[in-house]
């Protein structure tokens, strides 16, 4: 059996180490310490954003995003249906209801039709939505200048949940930063990772200087220890912002591997029937490629579905997963309100993610390509 091929792995620069044992050498060992400041700084010189707290997740981060915007019991916020749990289990954290709107085919990302329907219909039915969570999925950025002017015309704050999209820019800008808040994962099978953790940026300060305070228990200023407030224990260890330093000294080699793997993929099979690449609508959209995607329309492939590649591939000990199933279709979110066409439903059944890997090497993708053109062949 040949070695298997993940989805994403981990993919180290070796200067990783250097920064966790500094760590050990200094004794930081603790959610608190040079590396924790030096991540951040590295982020914040990185996006373009003014102000970074580091985190223990993304989901950490989409969190006191919520609580930092005031997002509370009975209150709504509107969310992209497709996209991963992670970005709509805060909302109910806070007990507030998620408002599941649906994406357009351009991009995949939140429709700016169905969004400025769901905030007139919800504004009619006597509540107004308190935030928009708008994902990037797999790395692509959304139509920003329609979503921020129905953002901005409507005055409801935007959180960009840019987990995906660390380092992908929409008109030369980073994704993360256009909202009010951006996030970021650097969960396990992220472009870059800290085995786990995310980011939280925004431009301004006394948010990031409280969502901060927040993940460190909300603890006041005194010798004692007084709280006036409820805290988490959300902040990310410096241990593991050792690794973050490390992986972002490698970033720009890693998104541009990660392209390079998706051009790699789309000259060998973009030919192939009722093959459709998940692509950058324009110039001005420059996706990180987290993940390759692609649609087949089964109609069109002579049989062959998303599911029989994925199988074929399993097969070989190479792990090829379906898309993201829309969270308005999840048992635990299906009752709430949902805007749309079913555009992701058509994109969940037909979808696929291929290996993407930054340390997917040329022969292992040459062997990928050719188990799935050989499908298609014995068709
Ligand atoms: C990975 C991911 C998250 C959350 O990240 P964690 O760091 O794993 O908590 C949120 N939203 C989306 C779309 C993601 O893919």
Redesign the pocket.
């Known amino acids: 059996m040949n070695k298997r091929i993940y989805l994403s792995p981990p993919h180290m620069s070796g200067e990783e180490k250097k920064y966790i044992n500094e760590a050990f050498d200094s004794n930081w060992i603790a959610p608190i310490g040079p590396n924790v400041d030096e991540f951040e700084n590295a982020i914040c010189d990185y996006t373009g954003s003014r102000n970074c707290a580091a985190l223990s997740?993304?989901?950490a981060a989409?969190h006191l995003a919520l609580i930092l915007l005031g997002v509370e019991q009975g209150d709504e916020v509107i969310a992209s249906t497709f996209?991963?749990a992670?970005?709509i289990n805060p909302i109910i954290y806070q007990k507030a209801t998620p408002v599941l709107v649906e994406s357009e085919p351009e991009s995949w990302n939140l429709s700016p039709k169905f969004l400025e329907e769901a905030i007139c219909d919800r504004i009619a039915a006597g509540k107004k939505p308190r935030a928009i969570i708008f994902?990037h999925i797999y790395g692509m950025p959304g139509k920003m200048e329609d979503i921020l002017f129905i953002a901005r015309k409507y005055d409801i704050p935007l959180i960009e949940?840019a987990?995906?999209a660390f380092g992908s820019k929409y008109k030369g800008e980073m994704l993360g930063t256009f909202g009010d808040l951006g996030v970021y994962?650097?969960?396990g099978n992220?472009i870059i990772t800290t085995s786990?953790g995310?980011a939280l940026v925004s431009n301004n300060k006394d948010w990031i200087d409280r969502a901060i305070h927040l993940a460190t228990q909300a603890r006041d200023e005194a010798p004692y220890y007084q709280h006036t407030e409820v805290g988490y224990n959300y902040r990310l260890s410096n241990v593991l912002a050792g690794i973050g330093r490390g992986q972002m000294q490698v970033i720009e080699e890693r998104v541009s591997k990660r392209r390079t793997v998706n051009q790699f993929y789309r000259k060998h099979l973009d030919s192939l029937p009722g093959v459709q690449f998940f692509s950058e609508p324009t110039s001005e959209y420059f996706s990180n490629h987290w993940l390759t995607a692609l649609i087949i329309d089964s109609e069109q492939s002579n049989g062959v579905t998303v599911e029989s590649v994925r199988a074929k591939l399993a097969e070989h000990n190479i792990e090829a997963r379906p898309f993201w199933k829309p969270m308005h279709l999840q048992p635990v979110f299906d009752s709430y309100p949902y805007y749309g066409d079913g555009f992701s439903e058509r994109l969940f059944e037909e979808g696929l993610c291929l290996p993407s890997g930054s340390s997917l090497s040329e022969g292992d993708q040459l062997r990928i390509v050719g188990i799935v053109k050989e499908l298609f062949l014995s068709k």
């Open positions: 997740s993304g989901t989409i996209t991963f992670a970005t994902v949940d987990s995906e994962s650097f969960n992220k786990g995310g």
